[in-house]
């Protein structure tokens, strides 16, 4: 399945280095999410786009910035992120927000030295 | 606030036998329970959903049960297979929120040859 397709697969980067996560569905969905997914830990819902505006940001730190330019991309922009947000970033999408199956990316496995 | 408990955490069962793994959820408003599998490196893929409105749902080897009195959910498979070898989340949606799931930590299932 290609529905749901992120780049980049791998991301190394130091503390002060700015890069971006891109995400972009090919379903016709007008619901899209970032999550965190860490080891032994739930999946963390960090943003929720529907209908290119962002619902949900939940008190993720400021050093995250999403952007939303149509319902069918995503970006997460990364700035002197911290070694704790190492971390396999998932995007997903939804035909809309709620009680709707999350079709996902395979992920960017982001390390931060 | 809303929370979803998920058991075991590892599930190691012998090839043709079942497996069953148990959700707790707190939120007596959530209305929809999806299962996601995620093979090693691999993205999370819904496997079965269940909405309050119904007790159980299969899907061949399959099966989901919804207690809504005691608030938990079940994923139980038969017949496992290999193929079967993942790690599992719940999820439940929050039911004063159109906008989130929130899922349970997840379940290593080891299927022994």
């Known amino acids: 399945e290609t529905g749901v397709t992120q780049t980049p697969r791998h991301l190394v980067m130091g503390m002060t280095n700015k890069k971006s996560l891109k995400c972009e569905q090919h379903?016709?969905?007008?619901?899209m999410y970032w999550y965190k997914q860490s080891a032994k830990k739930p999946l963390e819902l960090m943003f929720v786009y529907s209908l290119e505006e962002r619902v949900e940001n939940n008190s993720v730190p400021s050093r995250f910035s999403p952007e939303c330019p149509n319902s069918s991309h995503l970006f997460l922009h990364l700035h002197t992120l911290q070694p704790e947000d190492s971390a396999l970033y998932l995007c997903?999408?939804?035909?809309?927000?709620?009680?709707?199956?999350?079709?996902f990316g395979d992920g960017t496995r982001l390390s931060i030295l | 606030g809303e929370n979803v408990e998920q058991h075991p955490s590892t599930l190691s069962v012998q090839e043709g036998d079942s497996a069953v793994i148990k959700c707790t959820y707190s939120d007596s408003a959530s209305n929809y329970f999806p299962w996601y599998k995620q093979e090693l490196g691999k993205r999370p893929q819904l496997i079965i959903d269940?909405?309050?409105n119904v007790g159980e749902k299969k899907d061949q080897r399959i099966a989901v049960t919804l207690n809504k009195t005691a608030k938990h959910f079940s994923l139980h498979i038969t017949e496992t297979q290999p193929e079967d070898s993942a790690v599992y989340f719940c999820?439940?949606?929050?039911?004063?929120?159109?906008?989130?799931?929130?899922w349970g930590a997840g379940t290593k299932l080891i299927i022994k040859p």
């Open positions: 379903l016709g969905h007008n619901a």
């Open positions: 997903a999408s939804s035909q809309a927000t709620g009680d709707q199956p999350q079709h």
């Open positions: 999820a439940a949606s929050i039911g004063n929120s159109n906008y989130q799931l929130i």
């Open positions: 269940i909405r309050s």
